[in-house]
């Protein structure tokens, strides 16, 4: 046998491992763009610009993984990858529309048009398991609909100050249950977000829990679920209001 067919052979036996190995499970890249570019979960978009060949080294990275490698993954590292995912392809997004006032102006001239239509959600840029995805596909289709883990929307931000306020980390298999966990009570701790008035039993809530009030209410009550972020003892009966929702870019002044 010649010394390049060995070559050869060795390089199919040996190349899947290598593609394998590109996908850091600790996200390690995001985390350390996150920790520069992120504060008080408003974020530096002129930063991750200036960094853009790290960010898309590290997207290039999550697109690698194939379906099957993702399958064998423990939960806990699956939602770690998604929520990852969704947050740093939004910072793409945004990016590739810099500069702009709101991720609703993506689309056609019409913000308002396009908040409707969910167009910047649904629109196609990345890939991922080796076919172009949404946003929404991985919100709708893998996070919601595999996991019924409700914690995952104060984990996914849009790019808006009325979304939950983005980590300066990356989520990962070994913090994921602690990072939901805060996330979840930090979202609902943000007086601007949820607050309630204890003298009129009145709660005021982000828009969040209008939306997918149904994945809130699947385990418990509302008003249980929410519990974990307020002092007061909430009652069962609690007048419930929501705030308006801000889609103004989330972006460090």
């Known amino acids: 046998m010649t010394l390049r067919l060995v070559c050869i052979i060795g390089f199919f036996f040996i190349s899947p491992l290598l593609v394998a190995e590109e996908f850091d499970q600790t996200h390690k890249t995001w985390d350390v763009l996150l920790k520069k570019h992120v504060s008080g979960g408003l974020v530096n978009y002129k930063g991750f610009q200036a960094d853009s060949q790290t960010l898309n080294g590290y997207l290039d990275s999550l697109s690698k993984l194939s379906e099957a490698e993702y399958g064998k993954l423990p939960v806990p590292a699956k939602l770690a990858f998604l929520i990852n995912a969704y947050n740093a392809f939004t910072v ?32 196609e840029f990345f890939k991922l398991f080796g076919q172009t995805r949404t946003l929404d596909w991985i919100e709708h289709e893998k996070l919601r609909k ?80 929410l519990q974990d972020g307020f002092k007061d003892k909430l009652r069962a009966d609690a007048l419930i209001e929501y705030n308006d929702y801000s889609w103004k870019l989330n972006e460090q002044k």
Do not use: M
């Not at 810099?98 to 969910?118: H, Q, W």
């Open 92 to 123: 793409r997004l945004i990016l590739d529309h810099y500069p702009l006032k709101s991720i609703t102006d993506i689309g056609s001239p019409f913000s308002s048009l396009n908040l409707a239509r969910g167009t910047p959600w649904k629109k």
């Open 146 to 225: 595999d996991f019924k883990e409700p914690r995952i929307h104060f984990a996914i931000v849009c790019a808006s100050i009325g979304c939950p306020s983005l980590r300066s980390e990356a989520f990962t298999e070994k913090n994921l249950e602690v990072q939901l966990q805060e996330a979840k009570v930090g979202f609902l701790q943000n007086p601007t977000k949820n607050s309630y008035d204890k003298t009129r039993n009145l709660l005021k809530l982000s828009q969040i829990f209008n939306w997918f009030k149904d994945d809130f209410t699947k385990k418990s009550t509302l008003i249980e679920f």
